[in-house]
């Protein structure tokens, strides 16, 4: 029997795209050095997220599990102890994440990083056929958004959960298509609130922007279908939408609910608007849509490809009823990736507050990564199928090719002194581009060979830039030469470390078990950021998320010498049972004795410590000795979600005035147990919902 004549033509097209994708997924990892115990990295950088926090989080809900044997509610190896899975950046609640448990973190970070592009470039797929693109313009809009700059860009930046929440952006956008239609599948709002909850887990700063966007399209669709417009028609349109809405908010319970229970002991509540629009695009950078910054700042790079963005703008000038709802939609996103430096951001966050809480204004732009592949799929279909006014076309092309040539040829000749050769040979793209629709406008070759050459140019212009955003570095270089450091703290017997310089890394620390005082981590205790500061000295001039604060004067130098000058109080670090102090420059304070140097780097070894010990059952249960009398507090533990915690104190088990004696602390599963019961109540009432609409 022939099994490919039971597959219909567009399920085979659909599986005929997803092995292209495919290859080039795999093709460009491979090419950027992501192997197995490859993490990705921004060129020339020593850090990166992917490290510091994602692969750290990932082997710590591993071991947890695996070998504690217990769900981590609570994290003691950063920032003196800090909530786990309350914690949005570490995907304790995101389905895709517990691939883990049977992958080591390096190879499931990789194999996450791969099936989320594919994720991505599929979703475009489908959206993109659902509301009328043919196979090849479709392909277009699924490879462009793969391999979106900006997408890649945060790859290399370790920003992991902004390209897992990316990639169901287009399924949430056609499961809106698929909802709103006059006769839509029974499961249309389910698969409607799994994109929504899929996002929202991955990121929920990203999915806030996505599920804005969903909202705004949901209603521009339901206003473009007439057969929607009478009163039983939007009453259904209604039930379906409630529906999907009280799925998502079940689904997705778990995070929410703990998360709102603590956001008013978070430091990110009190963040400024200033420090909130960090990165704020300015007037200039809009430069970057022609030259894209190879290898430049992620967070604001707006380089589309040059092929695309071309391709999206004549569909807007070809089509601009139809798709006048993006062309609004890109222009807002522009604006308000301003942040400070235009009106509408300001406004936004005067009127919502809360916004602060979403940093970094131009990470919205993400969103137009998505839209402008979509339109250019639009442009290149409707350059094959002849348009009507074919005069303001070949304007465009004489417009486009001449232009482009000058500015490729005058780019390489007064920029080169200035920028790499790279993003100014990008720049041939557009003449490359003007030339296909010159091509398509005169009808020289068919449509589908036409569309297949736009597929190329548009995949080399994206690729030429994706190429150099991405680093794969192996373990070796991130964790192997802190591994002399760790031994020594281990032998040592440290009970938590402190340093000043980052001289031992999140991921050393987290692969050797070794609690840290401070950390990298945008989730912090407001209470415990105070008491950080008066014990280490280093006084943050706005929000941080690093404890210490790394801040450089003028943005330049070397932030591991920036709190060089800091006077570290090692007595009250010692209550905080700090035993060693690790810095990459020699520190002078009271208590502190230089034990040895290792790789450059001074261990200090802190004799104000108290004689208490921790002694820990898994990640939420813990045992405090006190080995002889102590006077004053004991700051065993941050104080913040413990059963039966003692005051206000910012640490367990407060004062100590006897002679040797334990405590043993849990953690308190209460916000786990009540999001529980929240997301049961909330699916209850979708499924009776559900089985009302479809009774009556």
């Known amino acids: 029997m022939n099994w490919s004549n039971r597959i219909n033509p567009e399920t085979r097209l659909f599986l005929g795209f997803m092995g292209i994708l495919a290859v080039c997924v795999a093709a460009f990892l491979f090419g950027v050095g992501l192997e197995p115990d490859s993490l990705p990295f921004p060129p020339g950088s020593d850090y990166s997220d992917a490290v510091t926090s994602h692969w750290s989080n990932a082997l710590f809900l591993r071991r947890a599990v695996l070998h504690d044997h217990a769900w981590p509610l609570w994290r003691p190896l950063l920032m003196s102890g800090q909530p786990f899975a309350a914690n949005p950046l570490n995907k304790a609640w995101y389905p895709p994440q517990w691939l883990v448990f049977v992958l080591p973190p390096a190879v499931h970070l990789n194999v996450l990083i791969a099936l989320h592009l594919l994720a991505a470039g599929t979703g475009m797929w489908l959206w993109s056929r659902t509301t009328g693109l043919s196979p090849w313009a479709a392909a277009l809009a699924g490879l462009g958004y793969t391999f979106a700059p900006r997408v890649i860009a945060a790859l290399g930046a370790g920003h992991l959960d902004i390209v897992y929440a990316a990639a169901w952006c287009p399924w949430l956008l056609w499961a809106v298509v698929r909802l709103v239609t006059p006769h839509p599948a029974p499961g249309a709002p389910v698969w409607l609130a799994a994109a929504a909850a899929l996002c929202f887990l991955a990121d929920v700063r990203l999915s806030a922007y996505a599920l804005v966007m969903a909202a705004a399209y949901l209603v521009w669709r339901w206003w473009q279908v007439p057969d929607l417009r009478t009163g039983a028609a939007r009453r259904a349109v209604g039930g379906r939408v409630l529906l999907a809405g009280l799925i998502t908010l079940g689904l997705t319970a778990v995070q929410w609910v703990p998360l709102l229970l603590l956001r008013a002991d978070l430091s990110r509540g009190a963040i400024s608007r200033a420090d909130s629009a960090l990165d704020s695009l300015t007037w200039g950078h809009w430069a970057g849509l022609l030259i894209g910054n190879h290898g430049g700042a992620w967070e604001t790079l707006i380089y589309t490809g040059i092929s695309t963005l071309v391709l999206a703008v004549i569909a807007l000038l070809l089509r601009p009823r139809k798709l006048a709802f993006w062309g609004i939609a890109l222009l807002v996103i522009a604006l308000y990736a301003m942040g400070d430096h235009f009106v509408l951001w300001p406004l936004l966050v005067r009127l919502v507050p809360p916004l602060r809480w979403w940093r970094v204004p131009p990470r919205i732009w993400l969103i137009a990564a998505l839209i402008v592949p979509y339109l250019a799929g639009w442009g290149a ?237 898994g990640p939420n249960r813990v045992t405090i000795t006190a080995a002889e009398p102590v006077d004053g507090p004991v700051f065993a533990v941050t104080n913040e979600g413990w059963q039966d915690a003692p005051g206000d104190d910012p640490g367990l088990p407060g004062h100590v005035d006897s002679g040797a004696q334990q405590w043993t602390y849990a953690a308190d599963p209460a916000a786990t147990w009540l999001s529980l019961l929240v997301a049961s109540i909330v699916l209850l009432a979708a499924g009776c919902g559900w089985w009302m609409v479809h009774r009556a």
């Open 381 to 617: 279909q409707a350059l094959v199928e002849r348009p009507r006014n074919r005069r303001n076309v070949r304007l465009i092309v004489v417009t486009l090719l001449g232009g482009g040539l000058v500015c490729s040829f005058s780019s390489l000749i007064v920029l080169t002194p200035y920028l790499d050769t790279a993003p100014l040979l990008g720049t041939f793209a557009l003449p490359a581009v003007a030339l296909l629709v010159l091509l398509a406008i005169q009808g020289k070759l068919p449509a589908h060979t036409l569309l297949a050459l736009f597929v190329i140019v548009v995949l080399a212009d994206v690729l030429w830039i994706d190429r150099s955003l991405v680093d794969g570095r192996s373990r070796r270089e991130w964790l192997d030469p802190y591994r002399e450091l760790a031994a020594y703290l281990e032998d040592a017997g440290a009970v938590r470390v402190y340093s000043p310089s980052y001289s031992l890394p999140q991921q050393a620390a987290a692969y050797w078990d070794i609690a840290q005082f401070g950390g990298v981590d945008p989730f912090q205790l407001a209470d415990y950021v105070t008491a950080a500061e008066e014990a280490t000295g280093v006084v943050a001039s706005g929000y941080s998320v690093t404890i210490p604060a790394y801040e450089i004067s003028g943005g330049e130098g070397d932030f591991t010498t920036a709190n060089r000058d800091a006077p570290v109080d090692a007595a009250l670090l010692g209550r905080w049972l700090v035993t060693h102090v690790v810095s990459a420059f020699p520190l002078e304070a009271d208590g502190l004795v230089l034990n040895t140097r290792i790789n450059g780097v001074y261990v200090y070894r802190n004799m104000a410590a108290l004689p208490v010990s921790l002694a820990w059952d």
